[in-house]
């Protein structure tokens, strides 16, 4: 068995990791060869076009990736340990303790027969290790809702049927946070929402990150979101890694992959009203029939003949700014060269 050196600033690491669901030749790769890292007390953005794998991804990170889908190959490690490896007793100390997460279903997550203050206390139950005193469990939550905006003596009695849907988003925000973890996963918190409440859980999020010092993984397809709320960006297409970076370096960077730069075409400007948006032409690859060469290629106006036969690797600058692009990778090599030379 290899020993790992561990980093103090990473918190999260995710090795080559691929997904699959399915057995044999008619399995589907949902997640292939990711890897990324995660600092503490940052908020990490996943984005892609829905199908591109970021939910499987941030399940994975939690070992609760639905049957038949399984990790075949690569790591998660979280704070230097092997997740990926982990029984059901380490996992289920960790889940919640110190990795927790919003689903994309989080409206619904609630039990309809039992007030919000039932299922909190069910929780604290379960981890008798957080608070010396359940008291003190009840108190944290009623803090948590005063940060998000809510009312705590209303919610703690409310049954989920008694709150509106940006209510019920902001709850489990909350629950996500009443073990005190150190890394919250957010899965498309803002999707369901009207335009008001999406922006109310935006600057939510931002107090609670300032306050509490969490370390935040949001997934989305709203890039708009992530140019306001995230520090770095992992963008993922059809499975795959193409680019990842700095907010400024996605969104204000000269090296960009062409599916990056097709997302940031898409969002209406506010600031130019006779800007117009240009949709991404034809549609997400089936991952089961995956073109050959690099995935994007059908849809990218730069693609070349030699993008048609190899996918290309993620390669990255001085600033590990990593982009996955044969056509925009180019200039970077010659940089290189021209440095050397």
């Not at 709150?163 to 902001?170: A, F, I, T, V, Y």
């Not at 990056?260 to 075409?265: D, G, H, M, P, Q």
Request: hydrophobic residues 40%; charged residues 20%.
């Amino acid at each position: 068995m290899t020993t790992t050196s561990v980093d103090t600033d990473l918190l999260l690491q995710v090795d080559n990791l691929t997904v699959a669901f399915g057995d044999g030749p008619g399995s589907v790769k949902a997640v292939q060869d990711v890897t990324l890292d995660v600092k503490a007390g940052e908020i990490y953005a996943l984005v892609g076009e829905s199908g591109c794998g970021k939910s499987t991804l941030a399940y994975s990170l939690l070992g609760i990736v639905p049957a038949p889908g399984r990790v075949t190959r690569g790591e998660v490690r979280f704070r230097g340990r092997s997740t990926t490896t982990m029984d059901k007793t380490e996992l289920n100390k960790l889940r919640g303790a110190e990795i927790s997460m919003v689903f994309q279903g989080a409206m619904n997550a609630f039990n309809p027969v039992l007030t919000i203050g039932k299922q909190v206390e069910h929780i604290l139950q379960a981890h008798p290790e957080v608070f010396d005193d359940p008291k003190d469990g009840r108190a944290y939550f009623e803090h948590l809702l005063g940060l998000v905006q809510l009312p705590p003596e209303r919610i703690w009695s409310s049954y989920e049927s008694q709150l509106s849907g940006g209510m019920k988003q902001r709850v489990a925000i909350a629950v996500a946070l009443l073990l005190k973890p150190s890394l919250v996963i957010l899965d498309e918190p803002t999707t369901a929402l009207d335009v008001l409440n999406q922006r109310l859980v935006i600057e939510i999020l931002n107090d609670l990150h300032a306050s509490l010092g969490v370390t935040i993984i949001f997934v989305t397809h709203d890039l708009a979101v992530v140019a306001e709320l995230a520090t770095r960006v992992a963008v993922m297409y059809a499975g795959r890694l193409v680019e990842s970076g700095t907010v400024d370096e996605i969104f204000s960077g000269g090296r960009r992959h062409p599916y990056v730069e097709a997302l940031i075409n898409a969002i209406p400007s506010v600031l130019d009203a006779g800007l117009k948006v240009k949709p991404i032409g034809g549609s997400v690859p089936n991952l089961a029939r995956l073109p050959e060469g690099c995935r994007f290629a059908p849809r990218c106006p730069l693609a070349e003949d030699g993008c048609r036969k190899a996918e290309p690797p993620l390669l990255g600058d001085d600033h590990d700014h990593l982009v996955a692009c044969f056509v925009t990778n180019r200039s970077l090599n010659g940089a290189r060269e021209g440095s050397e030379a």
